[in-house]
């Protein structure tokens, strides 16, 4: 399904990283995440997603892209991120994937388990602005 960023309000990019399928808006640059979607891309046992669900909301300010209920927000790991109670989804702005990545344990990186690389599937020229994404520095 084709969702609407819920901060530009245009349609996101679907976007193959590592076998699982995420949107991505090409403007903003945010990401959604689908229930457990972004636990198995951090491949970490610490569980963000649990984290969120658990965490005091802060408030609510945007619309789920899924389900269109009001997203509440919070501080997670220093980092502040959407939740939608409903579906379990978590959208982060622009520079909150990276954040929340600077709180993963090291991993080796060997051929085939390198965490944050992603699977050419959109056109070259989008895909060029979110390469760093998922590219571990």
């Keep these: 399904m084709i969702r609407k960023c819920p901060r530009c309000n245009i349609f996101m990019q679907l976007l193959n990283v590592r076998g699982i399928e ?15 979607e972004l636990d198995k891309i951090l491949g970490t046992k610490k569980s963000f997603e ?28 220093g980092t502040t991120i959407d939740f939608c109670k409903k579906c379990e989804g978590v959208w982060l702005d622009a520079g909150e994937l990276t954040d929340l990545v ?18 050419i599937k ?16």
């Excluded at 984290?51 to 790991?77: D, F, R, V, W």
């Design 22 to 36: 995420i949107d991505v808006c090409a403007k903003c640059m945010g990401i959604w995440f689908d229930s457990s």
């Design 50 to 77: 649990e984290m969120a669900y658990l965490a005091q909301p802060l408030g609510e300010k945007i619309n789920c892209p899924n389900c269109q209920e009001k997203m509440h927000y919070s501080t997670i790991e």
């Design 102 to 119: 600077g709180h993963m344990p090291e991993l080796p990186l060997t051929e085939g388990n390198a965490p944050y690389s992603i699977e």
């Design 122 to 137: 959109e056109s070259e020229g989008f895909l060029n602005k979110v390469r760093t994404i998922f590219s571990k520095k």
